[in-house]
C-alpha cells in the first residue's frame, strides 16, 4: 500500500453550511483557519444546524480577504458579510455549552432568514483562544474549539469511505450508496491507509502539523443528508449501526486536537506516529 498522504482539505466557515476546499489552510489551536467561525441561532440563541434545517447543505460560505464571508444560496443573491465590531457579545448555547459571541447585524439575519424560512441570527466567534473549551474529558488544559461540534478537527480516510460503501451496497438501502465523503463534513482526508486503520491512531503528523488523536467522531442524522439536494435517506446510519457500533456511538473518523500550529497541503506525508 502507498504512504499515507493528504488527499483533500475542507473548512467550512459557516456551522452546517457548505464550504470550500483550498489545497492548504493553516491549522490553528482551535481548528483550520476560518473553519467554524459563524453559526446560525434560532430565537433562544440556541445553535441552528442541518440536524433542523437539512436546507442548510444547499447554502456556501467562502472567505473574504478581510475575514469576512461571502454567502450564497439557491435564490438568493450573494450577500457579504464582514467581521462584525466585537463591541458587545451574547450568549449562546450549542450542545448545551453557554458561549459568548458577536451578531453579524441585521443583513445576515434577513438573509439566513429566507433562505430558511425560520428567524435566525448569525454569530461570529470573535475570540476563540478563550470562550469554548475543549470537552475537559478529552482535553488538555487550555485547549479551545471553534463552533465544530466539540474538537478542533476531524479527519476521515478514503480507505474507510470505500469499505463503508461496500458494506452500504450489500446492506438494505443499496440504492443510497455510494456515499461521498461530503457526507461526514471533515477537515483532513486521508488516503494510503487500510480501511479502519484510524480506530488504532492516538497521534499523527499532516506535513508540518502533530495532532493528538482524542476520540472517535459518533455521527448523526447530517450524515443521512445529500448535501446537493437536502434531501434525507437512512444510510450511513443503517450501516454503521450494524458495522461501527462504539457503545451508544455510531463512529466514522476521529476528532483531532493539533500539538502545533503550521500549515497542511494537499498531497503532504501522513505519518502515524503511535
Not at 449562546?92 to 439566513?112: H, R
Not at 491512531?201 to 499532516?206: D, I, K, N, P
Amino acid at each position: 500500500m502507498a504512504n499515507p498522504v493528504l488527499r483533500s482539505v475542507h473548512v467550512h466557515p459557516v456551522k452546517s453550511v457548505a464550504g470550500y476546499t483550498p489545497d492548504a489552510a493553516v491549522v490553528e489551536p482551535w481548528g483550520l483557519a476560518g473553519d467554524r467561525r459563524w453559526m446560525l441561532v434560532d430565537q433562544a440563541s440556541r445553535a441552528v444546524t442541518q440536524r433542523q434545517h437539512a436546507r442548510l447543505a444547499l447554502a456556501s460560505a467562502e472567505p473574504l480577504t478581510d475575514g469576512g464571508i461571502r454567502l450564497s444560496a439557491p435564490g438568493l443573491a450573494p450577500l457579504s458579510v464582514t467581521v462584525p465590531e466585537p463591541a458587545g457579545t451574547a450568549v449562546v448555547e450549542i450542545f448545551g455549552e453557554k458561549v459568548e459571541a458577536v451578531p453579524a447585524g441585521a443583513a445576515s439575519a434577513a438573509w439566513f432568514g429566507a433562505f430558511l424560512g425560520a428567524p435566525v441570527r448569525l454569530m461570529h466567534l470573535d475570540d476563540p483562544a478563550h470562550r469554548r473549551p475543549v470537552d475537559p474529558d478529552y482535553a488538555l488544559p487550555g485547549e479551545t474549539v471553534s463552533f465544530a461540534d466539540g474538537f478542533p478537527l476531524l479527519a476521515t480516510s478514503v480507505a474507510s469511505l470505500d469499505a463503508l460503501n461496500s458494506l452500504i451496497a450489500q446492506g438494505d438501502h443499496p440504492d443510497e450508496g455510494p456515499l461521498p465523503m461530503n457526507r461526514f463534513r471533515p477537515n483532513l482526508v486521508v488516503d494510503g491507509t487500510p480501511p479502519w486503520a484510524e480506530d488504532g491512531w492516538q497521534r499523527l503528523q499532516v506535513g508540518e502539523v502533530r495532532f493528538r488523536v482524542a476520540k472517535p467522531c459518533g455521527r448523526c442524522v447530517v450524515t443521512t443528508t445529500d448535501q446537493r439536494t437536502a434531501e434525507r435517506g437512512k444510510e450511513p446510519l443503517r450501516t454503521l449501526a450494524r458495522h461501527r457500533r462504539f457503545g451508544d456511538r455510531l463512529v466514522f473518523g476521529q476528532n483531532l486536537v493539533p500539538e502545533q500550529t503550521g500549515t497542511v497541503r494537499v498531497g503532504d506525508p501522513v505519518q502515524i506516529l503511535d
